[in-house]
């Protein structure tokens, strides 16, 4: 890692109040910094999902803000995962090398699920609007086949004249040479409707087939969704009289300009979970924590992440579900379904199930009041007295312990041989199974102990499982951030600038061109510096960090190494990756040569530092809190009589 300094990067300064903003698959949670005072705002709404910006002017309005006098706006979005989730895309078509429409449909050799036959796939663009035109390049990027110009504009023209409204150009071996897929895109805009062209070597310039064509097939489909959305809440906030930029975050912990977000719209894939990753590692390095195990469990979801010294790992193998890879750097964040409103059933074995489906924020759990009527999470919480009744946000009509305790009775109890608090207590124990193996998943996999971790614990009902997944995976300490349901938008307020690039050389390193080497990663360096030009947001300095993707001959996955700077020497490469694999596996492999298959910079804008002791006001602190008061919570099974202390009025550590 390099810190560069004196880059001649200029930014235009950004003046006033920084608002973060996460929209939430049940709540849209929204932060305030003003910059003059340093004092914070906090606001939380059901999230509106017909049009996520109404729930977004719905926070604006409940913390009251002057949107004349904010300098900025950052926001976390789920808009593109739930698209790709849901399959609500726009229709893409694609044009391919002939002989390989079906490379998105074929995949990997791997099923759905591990054993049976069962299982199914939906490609992101169905087979016939997947075309064919005759060109061919050698993974040298050498010309086999000249590119059918002819052919090329009779495809688009059919694809035109089928409604499609997004493009994508996915040629065979075009990282290696990109001319093909340049000029089909040339000839594409003389007569496509619109700007929405993807190239597959633009977006990312690996050698993998299936995985490139996946993520320009995701980034191409959910182009136009994107665009009109941002398009719509900047129209909506301007109206409102904000005059500034709204920056969208990316799936890497960065940000970008949401006027040049939808270029890329695949690195906004798991937006919302970034955000939160961010805030636990700007929290964590301020408390002195910088080794964390982040537990993010919001209302239909539970994200899991690891943090070693106060870095969230990047990677650019995610696999956001079966067959969906998006081969753009995010944040290495695991996912289950358990969240708040995750409902639980008795299946026809008999057994109890939580999750993965949710009652949403619409109507939501039973305890909210709106109309829901099948139990939840939220709602064992509730009946187990771990809630206060008089709190819970979003409770428009109030529904009784009694109604509560009968519905867990009927749907649960009665089919598991259990009473109303025994059914709660399962649910309990159920999702806590399911949120510790993603925790074990996340450390494990990653060669890490959870026992040299802390856990830090966010979302709206994080907090309330995590003494319980301490004790189950044996972390030492739990970290509670002062307002864990307004993580994910503290993380939009704190996030620096970011751009990763990624570039394929695939040779054995032992032929590597090293001059070409160092002008790959100064090629990416210029292009980051470009981007951060672009953005409008005031930095304190610029970071490069630089790494490669190295395997030993033969294998098919690779592993990241970290480089000291951009200009590495063979043999510093081969260190560095035998180092690298004996702290990930505990093997030593000399007799085998290795490969470097990805080179990969990151350029980051570091932003100013916020105070994260504003977000409790610290005249309301006292030196021996006392208990406002005092209810029945079931412990194990048992009901006992708990004192309840307002978060506000202990003291700071």
Same mark, same amino acid.
């Given at each position: 890692?390099?810190? $560069?300094?004196?880059?001649?990067?200029?930014?235009?300064?950004?003046?006033?109040?920084?608002?973060?903003?996460?929209?939430?698959?049940?709540?849209?949670?929204?932060?305030?910094?003003?910059?003059?005072?340093?004092?914070?705002?906090?606001?939380?709404?059901?999230?509106?999902?017909?049009?996520?910006?109404?729930?977004?002017? /719905?926070?604006?309005?409940?913390?009251?803000?002057?949107?004349?006098?904010?300098?900025?706006?950052?926001?976390?979005?789920?808009?593109?995962?739930?698209?790709?989730?849901?399959?609500?895309?726009?229709?893409?078509?694609?044009?391919?090398?002939?002989?390989?429409?079906?490379?998105?449909?074929?995949?990997?050799?791997?099923?759905?699920?591990?054993?049976?036959?069962?299982?199914?796939?939906?490609?992101?663009?169905?087979?016939?609007?997947?075309?064919?035109?005759?060109?061919?390049?050698?993974?040298?990027?050498?010309?086999?086949?000249?590119?059918?110009?002819?052919?090329?504009?009779?495809?688009?023209?059919?694809?035109?004249?089928?409604?499609?409204?997004?493009?994508?150009?996915?040629?065979?071996?075009?990282?290696?040479?990109?001319?093909?897929?340049?000029?089909?895109?040339?000839?594409?805009?003389?007569?496509?409707?619109?700007?929405?062209?993807?190239?597959?070597?633009?977006?990312?310039?690996?050698?993998?087939?299936?995985?490139?064509?996946?993520? /320009?097939?995701?980034?191409?489909?959910?182009?136009?969704?994107?665009?009109?959305?941002? $398009?719509?809440?900047?129209?909506?906030? $301007?109206?409102?009289?904000?005059?500034?930029?709204?920056?969208?975050?990316?799936?890497?912990?960065?940000m970008v300009s949401s006027r040049l977000v939808a270029r890329e719209a695949a690195k906004t894939v798991m937006s919302g979970p970034a955000s939160g990753v961010m805030a636990a590692a700007y929290t964590g390095r301020r408390a002195s924590e910088p080794n964390l195990l982040t537990y993010d469990m919001g209302g239909t979801s539970t994200d899991v992440a690891l943090i070693r010294d106060g870095t969230p790992p990047v990677s650019n193998e995610i696999e956001v579900e079966y067959a969906m890879p998006i081969h753009v750097p995010m944040v290495d964040v695991r996912t289950v379904g358990a969240g708040g409103g995750s409902i639980a059933r008795v299946n026809a074995a008999g057994l109890l199930e939580v999750g993965p489906e949710s009652a949403g924020a619409d109507p939501g759990p039973i305890c909210y009041g709106k109309g829901g009527t099948r139990p939840t999470i939220s709602d064992a919480n509730m009946l187990l007295g771990r809630l206060n009744t008089a709190k819970l946000n979003a409770v428009a009509g109030g529904v009784g312990m009694e109604e509560l305790? $009968?519905?867990?009775?009927?749907?649960?109890?009665?089919?598991?041989?259990?009473?109303?608090?025994?059914?709660?207590?399962?649910?309990?124990?159920?999702?806590?199974?399911?949120?510790?193996?993603?925790?074990?998943?996340?450390?494990?996999?990653?060669?890490?102990?959870?026992?040299?971790?802390?856990?830090?614990?966010?979302?709206?009902?994080?907090?309330?499982?995590?003494?319980?997944?301490?004790?189950?995976?044996?972390?030492?300490r739990v970290l509670v951030p002062a307002r864990p349901g307004i993580t994910n938008a503290l993380g939009c307020a704190v996030a620096d600038l970011r751009h990763d690039f990624v570039q394929t050389l695939n040779q054995p390193l032992d032929d590597l061109d090293i001059p070409a080497l160092h002008a790959a990663f100064a090629g990416q360096l210029a292009e980051g510096q470009a981007a951060l030009a672009r953005e409008n947001v005031t930095v304190t300095r610029v970071e490069h960090h630089f790494s490669a993707d190295m395997q030993f001959l033969g294998q098919s996955h690779v592993v990241r190494v970290p480089l000291a700077?951009?200009?590495?020497?063979?043999?510093?490469?081969?260190?560095?990756?035998?180092?690298?694999?004996?702290?990930?596996?505990?093997?030593?492999?000399?007799?085998i040569r290795a490969r470097i298959v990805n080179v990969n910079c990151s350029v980051i804008g570091v932003c100013a530092p916020v105070d994260l002791s504003r977000l409790i006001d610290a005249a309301g602190r006292q030196a021996h809190a006392t208990p406002t008061g005092h209810r029945s919570v079931y412990f194990d099974g048992s009901p006992r009589d708990t004192p309840i202390y307002w978060r506000d009025h202990l003291r700071q550590m």
């Open positions: 890692m390099s810190l $560069a300094k004196g880059t001649g990067v200029e930014h235009s300064e950004t003046r006033g109040s920084i608002i973060g903003v996460d929209v939430g698959g049940t709540f849209t949670d929204l932060v305030m910094v003003d910059s003059a005072s340093g004092t914070m705002r906090i606001a939380k709404t059901p999230t509106t999902l017909d049009n996520q910006a109404f729930g977004v002017l /719905a926070a604006l309005e409940q913390a009251e803000v002057d949107l004349g006098e904010v300098g900025l706006i950052v926001h976390g979005t789920t808009t593109t995962t739930n698209a790709v989730l849901e399959r609500k895309l726009s229709r893409t078509g694609l044009i391919t090398t002939a002989g390989f429409r079906d490379v998105l449909e074929l995949g990997r050799r791997t099923r759905p699920q591990a054993y049976g036959m069962k299982g199914q796939f939906t490609p992101i663009i169905p087979r016939d609007l997947r075309l064919e035109v005759p060109e061919r390049m050698d993974a040298q990027g050498n010309v086999l086949i000249p590119l059918d110009e002819d052919a090329l504009r009779a495809a688009i023209r059919q694809l035109v004249d089928t409604g499609c409204e997004a493009l994508v150009i996915h040629f065979l071996h075009a990282y290696a040479n990109p001319a093909h897929e340049l000029r089909a895109a040339e000839i594409a805009a003389e007569t496509w409707p619109n700007s929405y062209i993807t190239t597959g070597h633009s977006l990312l310039s690996e050698s993998r087939e299936f995985e490139r064509g996946v993520t /320009a097939a995701v980034n191409a489909s959910v182009q136009p969704l994107l665009e009109r959305y941002v $398009a719509r809440l900047r129209d909506e906030l $301007a109206a409102k009289g904000y005059r500034g930029d709204v920056l969208v975050m990316n799936g890497n912990g960065g305790a $009968a519905v867990f009775a009927r749907e649960l109890g009665a089919p598991l041989g259990v009473d109303a608090h025994g059914a709660a207590d399962a649910v309990i124990r159920m999702a806590n199974a399911k949120m510790a193996g993603a925790i074990r998943m996340v450390s494990l996999s990653l060669g890490a102990d959870p026992r040299d971790f802390a856990l830090f614990a966010f979302g709206g009902a994080g907090p309330l499982h995590a003494a319980a997944l301490a004790r189950e995976l044996g972390v030492p700077d951009a200009t590495p020497t063979a043999e510093t490469l081969r260190s560095r990756f035998n180092e690298v694999y004996w702290q990930r596996f505990k093997v030593a492999l000399p007799e």
